[in-house]
């Protein structure tokens, strides 16, 4: 299969891709039926809403509307999960990156690969049921790898964004498109990546395109028809704000406000092409109907002279309203960003004590900045910042035509990565990168909805990379537990209520920790990069773990194409 036509290599540690219709291959949807494989039942509102509640299941993303990636299956043990060993393996007909989160819904697994096929498994046997393949429209242009991470399943539904910015509905009995959308223009420089979000009827999806001078948004369709509800857009009209000089953690960013005021009373408000996609999941706060999610970096990435101001609402934490769209509270964590440390992974609702020691509801997300924030739900007021989970230093330098070096990278930190959480131990789990990098400036023209960077991130050869994994107590903001990896880290974590965590590493390690003490105490070689969350459930008595292992581009580690699901016996 063709997989690409061009790859952008003015960023180190992160390709930037393009498809046209001459290098594609021509796809056609398939499906496939088999006697005697799991029954494919439809999905309710209830069974979302409770899925916290659930231990057979994995119904959403990361795991429930929270996004606490936490689950109360409990048969796999610190004592016996040394027992773990392969119950099966699918592989895909596509040998690229994997980063999706396996939805498994009463035995049937759902899971996608690049280029946007979707499969449906037999949860038990891992045989397929079906599978669609997407038709790639003729243009299609994203960052950082051809991925998908994942569906979304409502009624007898399955929800899957694309490359080429489609919302499509697929029959969860069969694979066939019962309707797609539209959701913007991949010409532009749009495309989706990220899995959508189910709720109260509504399929919710945000955009990609922050290097490409696309303007970000969180959309709403109908769940049944796929029309429109309602568009928030990430950059408001008036992306300005108060010329924040500090950080969300007190920093001096060095910025040159009266140059940004020259230039913007010269150039006008930039709020037309200023990036700001959405690239994960937003959280859903049932109790209060509000949705939390991040907003990525501004563009040009690394050029703020032609971006002057604030540049809200990109590098930060938004709450609107879910039934309307409308804007609620925010928490800009870095203004006028010249060093794509925009905010990806994201946010999780738990309880956390405040300022005071008092329990309310927050909501925490894990910053490319290494930091783990602890924010209020009420208002998205930050209460503390964790410990530097990675090395920081010259914060916040200015990228320079030479290249001036600063830590952490463009990459993180923790990148796209959702974290794992145990309300029970007030923990948070991250996996973090670390890649020494240079950032070099070079002002550029918008170049309609091709790659628009402002200059270039470069990882520094004579400078080793590495990764870790980190346990944070959010209630203090210490790191109580870090086991250092040999490359960087890259996919997702899970928690579950045995007291193991899981987590992969690019070099095909899949390993299990004790999550009070980031002991190791199983591992297995899965060939490839295991680079996206894994998920866990219940079927038949037995608990399985499953994960896939395909590669990334983003870190280029080794690509393959595996679903590979583990269990005690």
């Known amino acids: 299969m063709s997989r690409f036509a061009i790859a952008c290599a003015a960023v180190v540690g992160v390709s930037c891709l393009s498809i046209s219709a001459s290098a594609q291959q021509e796809v056609k949807q398939e499906t496939k039926t088999a006697s005697g494989q799991a029954m494919i039942a439809p999905v309710t509102q209830e069974q979302l809403n409770a899925a916290d509640k659930n231990a057979k299941n994995f119904l959403l993303t990361n795991g429930n509307y929270a996004q606490t990636r936490f689950h109360l299956a409990r048969q796999i043990t610190r004592d016996n999960v040394k027992n773990l060993h392969a119950a099966w393996i699918f592989q895909t007909d596509v040998k690229e990156s994997i980063e999706t989160s396996p939805i498994i819904v009463d035995g049937v697994m759902y899971?996608?690969?690049?280029?946007?096929?979707?499969?449906?498994?037999?949860?038990?046997?891992?045989?397929?049921?079906?599978?669609?393949?997407?038709?790639?429209?003729?243009?299609?242009?994203?960052?950082?790898?051809p991925n998908n991470r994942g569906v979304q399943v409502l009624g007898d539904l399955v929800y899957v964004a694309t490359l080429d910015s489609k919302l499509v509905a697929l029959k969860a009995k069969?694979?066939?498109?019962?309707?797609?959308?539209?959701?913007?223009?991949p010409e532009l420089g749009y495309s989706e990546t990220m899995a959508p979000t189910v709720i109260k009827?509504?399929?919710?999806?945000?955009?990609?395109?922050?290097?490409?001078?696309i303007r970000g948004f969180l959309k709403a369709y109908d769940a049944k028809t796929g029309k429109l509800l309602w568009t928030f857009s990430t950059i408001p009209d008036s992306s300005v704000g108060v010329w924040a000089t500090k950080d969300a953690t007190g920093r001096d960013m060095h910025r040159d406000i009266a140059a940004e005021k020259a230039a913007l009373a010269k150039t006008g408000d930039p709020a037309a092409k200023l990036g700001g996609g959405v690239w994960q999941n937003p959280a859903v706060d049932l109790a209060t109907n509000r949705?939390?999610?991040?907003?990525?970096?501004?563009?040009?990435?690394?050029?703020?002279?032609?971006?002057?101001?604030?540049?809200?609402?990109?590098?930060?934490?938004?709450?609107i309203d879910l039934d309307t769209g409308k804007y609620v509270c925010h928490l800009q964590y870095i203004a006028h960003d010249v060093w794509d440390l925009d905010a990806v992974s994201p946010p999780v609702l738990v309880d956390v004590k405040d300022k005071n020691g008092k329990t309310i509801p927050g909501v925490i997300h894990a910053g490319k900045t290494g930091h783990i924030y602890v924010h209020d739900r009420k208002d998205c007021s930050l209460i503390r910042f964790s410990e530097a989970m990675v090395p920081q230093e010259n914060m916040w330098v200015l990228p320079t035509k030479e290249g001036a070096r600063m830590l952490p990278g463009a990459n993180g930190g923790v990148e796209w990565s959702p974290i794992a959480t145990d309300p029970s131990q007030s923990l948070a789990y991250a996996i973090n990168l670390h890649q020494p990098m240079t950032y070099q400036v070079e002002n550029s023209a918008y170049p309609n909805g091709k790659l628009w960077l402002g200059g270039a991130f470069k990882a520094i050869p004579s400078e080793a990379q590495s990764g870790n994994i980190t346990a944070v107590d959010y209630d203090t903001g210490k790191i109580k537990w870090q086991v250092k990896t040999p490359q960087p880290m890259i996919g997702g974590i899970l928690a579950t209520a045995g007291g193991v965590v899981f987590t992969g590493e690019s070099n095909g390690k899949f390993a299990a920790y004790n999550s009070s003490t980031g002991k190791e105490l199983w591992h297995f070689n899965a060939g490839a990069g295991v680079n996206a969350p894994p998920s866990t459930?219940?079927?038949?008595?037995?608990?399985?773990?499953?994960?896939?292992?395909?590669?990334?581009?983003?870190?280029?580690?080794?690509?393959?194409?595996?679903?590979i699901a583990f269990t005690l016996d």
Request: with cysteine.
């Open 111 to 145: 899971v996608t690969t690049s280029f946007d096929h979707v499969y449906a498994l037999d949860a038990k046997t891992g045989a397929e049921i079906w599978h669609y393949k997407h038709k790639m429209g003729p243009v299609t242009t994203f960052c950082c790898g």
């Open 291 to 319: 949705l939390y999610f991040v907003v990525g970096n501004p563009s040009p990435d690394l050029d703020g002279s032609v971006r002057p101001g604030d540049n809200l609402y990109t590098d930060s934490l938004v709450s």
């Open 537 to 563: 459930y219940t079927l038949d008595g037995k608990q399985y773990v499953v994960v896939g292992a395909g590669g990334n581009v983003q870190v280029d580690s080794k690509r393959g194409n595996s679903i």
């Open 174 to 185: 069969t694979g066939e498109i019962a309707w797609q959308s539209d959701i913007a223009d």
């Open 201 to 213: 009827d509504k399929v919710l999806i945000g955009t990609n395109g922050g290097e490409y001078g």
